[in-house]
């Protein structure tokens, strides 16, 4: 509708008696030469007005110029429900239900960049369909410690890791004339305290660790917009931070697209005119005393913005850089009208989503090849566990989706089954009962009348005879797990989950836990089970994913983003007791050794290490051999197939660098490929070792330093599973 009105309007402008197409509207002049033109048209009042938000999730154009409102949406799964003009409520429509893909865990999992340009492609046509100007995502920022909320929309633990997989998606969905709006800039990682906690971090842990995946999401996916963080960092709120705002995004970086805030993040009038921020979008007022009576006049960067302009007190320089970037982003999107028109739920996008989910499962543990499940000699399936029935992608907060259809895993894996075997449903334990959420209705009752030992003596009784125990469990998206706004309490599996798994192991050998979650969970029980599968919230296709890698139709080939400690106090923040629910202050006191880099470092065996994940088949790697190549290197080695079935390795280079004037981790992820190869086949893997990949931050010298000396490139399938070794000398 939108793109018509535009359409017309340019019409009319081409059609008057006009001479010619003003610069701005015409889209074969120079992006630059556009919005200066629309800039020099635009009075002081038009300017401020595109700076703030005029619903829940617009903000205004300029009607008299035919320049169009932005419109923004959730992001980063599917694309969320309309909600009202002014409230986080539902809007009710039926025409906006979309595709639930995989959570963003599942995509890092997947460590494909193929799948992230799939990912992006369909969810950007899913954004452009529904006519949003910006898609609040991808998240990337790191996974700190297991009880963050909100880890299941990040992307791991790895900055190289998580910096890959975000960039193909960015492309793609901005090749829809959508753009991406990553998030939540930078150091927002926790949902404890989330608006009022100062992240105290060094500079080196910065630049090494939390900055560089968002660098990539600018530098090579070419984000057109980013939104602040909500927390604090030098004191200062992240939507309005001189540092990491003007200073690193826009001077270091060269970001020129719109700084956005997180919603309801800005907090200061001044800081917001002058640290970067670029739209407001959110900030509660009460919309009827206010001093300015309508509620989105009261934005910082609204009247109050005004005011100052009028009297002097802020520049119009600062000013027109911020309009600047807003009209960038709306040509980029809103105003571009070569923009596919984009699809919703189309057989493409279903496939898509379930190709994604199959690359994304890990296969943990798979003791005596318990699976696949061999179908031709099992008779009863027991599948137990509240995960197997509930649909996963209502709730969380802000990505909870109204998804068209949603898999569930019972439903996929009578499916998949149908009468080769029996499958009997237990419950096992009684969890969150959410039916509802945001009016989005599952239509399932999760009620259940018994006691905590009848479901666990039903389940077991059900158990004795079957030839294979699934057991879904983990977490969900009810408060205190995986869920915006609060952190989890524990590391351990919520509710009676732990019970059940140890009484139905006291009577079967033959049970695989399914794992339904975005965080690492304890397994206590780990020994006393056969299989192990992390299968993350895998949207719409979840059902019919999980069947296919449990019943052999794909072989997994997912591989962890981040580490499993055997306990919370092996991660590196909770050793250090740095990470707090109740403090202002959180002092990342493990610096730059989080995740796999402190477990190395202090020699702790993880429960499962990052980059682990198994297949149905078994690969073998050649010698690595290393050459020089221009200013850097080449690693190359063969990967063979020596099982019986095709697969997907994804191989692992990591580097250490022997002689450093500080301290580096043992080794870090410096690059990776899947490759999918045939039973016997033989691929030989090239990696690029550029001079880049091997320096540090030295914050002495405020900036990257490469120091000669020798280091070694590690090939393997995962961080703990090495399989060959080079030196270089540099
Ligand atoms: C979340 C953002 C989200 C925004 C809009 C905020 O509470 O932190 O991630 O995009 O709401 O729903």
Redo the contacts with the bound molecule.
Sequence with gaps: MRSTLLAIFLLAVSCSTAPKVATYLDESQPLEKRVEDALSRMTLEEKVKILHAQSKFSSAGVPRLGIPELWTT??PHGIRPEVLWDQWNQAGWTNDSCTAFPALTCLAASWSEEMSALYGKAIGEEARYREKDVL?GPGVNIYRTPLCGRNFEYMGEDPYLAGKMCVPYIQEVQKNGVAVCV??FALNNQEANRHTYNAVVDDRTLYEIYLPAFKAAVQEGGAWSI?GA?NLYEGQHLCHNDRILNRILKEEWGFDGAVIS??GGVHNTEEAITNGLDIEM?TGTNGLDSKYGKSYDAYNLALPYLERLKDGRASVEVLDDKVRRVLRLNFRTAMNNSKPTGSLCSPEHYDAARRIAVEGIVLLKNEDDILPIDIESTKKILVVGENAIKKMTVGG??SSLKAQYECTPIAGLREAVGDKAEIVYQRGYVGDLLRTYNNVDTGIDLTDPRSEEELISDAVAAASDADIVLFFGGLNKAKGQDS?GCDRDSMALPYAQNKVIEALAEVNDNIVVLIVSGNAVEMPWIDKVEGVVETWFLGTQAGHAIADVLLGKVNPSGKLPFTFPVRLEDNGAHALNAYHKDSLTVEYKEGIFVGYRWAEKHNIKPLFAFGHGLSYTTFEYGQAKCRKSGDGFKVSLDVTNTGAREGQEIVQLYISDHESSLERPVKELKGFRKIRLAPGETKEVTFEIEPDMLKFYDPAQSGWVLEKGSFTAHVGASSDDIRTRVDFQK
């Design positions: 959730d992001g609040l998030k939540h939104m909500y997180d919603w959110g907060g802000s915006e």
